[in-house]
């Protein structure tokens, strides 16, 4: 069935780091791909999408790019900032059973020190 | 961004009861979801919801869970009677449209079941 698959757990920079959080995808087809963000206490923000191969999808510093072949969606940022502390979730929406719904990798935590 | 908003954001409950759980989705969306979250696992798909249906519901989702959005009001997700294993953070979200569309996400009910 369709899956994401995030490798780090947990991720900890100190600001103004490069970051790079893996996102790799299982689905036929194309799947668009998401990145959410979700801060403590609340539920997870869009933060921007992809649709098809090659796309780059971006917002506030953060972008990644639609790899059909690595079948991979990646995160990075330039730069992080203690603000960018929180749980980012690589998803993609697919129809396991017929109908869509998003599925969701298991999420990164990001912790950015000063 | 859209806001959707979920009342209450925190309940209690003892096993056994009924509980209502409330979603404002975005004012011109149409495609309504339930998603949940149980502390420290992925989120995963309960039910989405459309046209007064239920369009698609994964194996969480028990013969004790309805769904329902009468005349345009809330969108809710009932559940009767609850169960120990019903304590989660309980995730509504929302699209304009059908597909592959970007769904908004609520800030999330947190229940606890004792």
């Known amino acids: 069935g369709d899956s994401v698959t995030q490798t780090e757990g947990q991720v900890a920079l100190s600001e103004e780091d490069f970051l790079t959080i893996h996102c790799n995808y299982s689905a036929s087809g194309y799947p668009a791909l998401f990145w959410y963000v979700q801060y403590p206490g609340e539920g997870p923000q869009f933060l921007f999408r992809?649709?098809?191969?090659?796309e780059k999808g971006s917002s506030r510093g953060f972008e990644a790019t639609y790899n059909k072949e690595a079948t991979s969606f990646h995160l990075q940022k330039a730069s992080v900032q203690e603000s960018d502390s929180a749980v980012y979730y690589c998803a993609l929406i697919g129809r396991p059973s017929g109908s869509w719904q998003l599925i969701f990798g298991s999420g990164t935590q990001l912790t950015v020190m000063p | 961004g859209p806001k959707v908003l979920q009342i209450p954001s925190h309940q209690i409950i003892d096993m056994g009861q009924m509980v209502t759980l409330n979603c404002d989705p975005v004012?011109?969306?149409?495609?309504f979801y339930w998603y949940k979250q149980i502390l420290g696992q992925q989120m995963e798909f309960l039910v989405n919801?459309?046209?007064?249906?239920?369009?698609?519901k994964s194996k969480l989702f028990k013969d004790q869970f309805s769904v329902e959005r009468p005349d345009g009001s809330y969108f809710t997700l009932k559940i009767q009677p609850t169960a120990l294993e019903d304590s989660a953070v309980y995730f509504c979200?929302?699209?304009?449209?059908?597909?592959?569309?970007?769904?908004?996400f609520g800030p999330g009910t947190r229940l606890l079941v004792l």
């Open positions: 004012s011109n969306h149409l495609y």
């Open positions: 979200a929302s699209s304009p449209r059908w597909g592959q569309d970007t769904q908004y």
């Open positions: 919801f459309y046209n007064g249906k239920v369009m698609e």
């Open positions: 992809a649709s098809r191969d090659k």
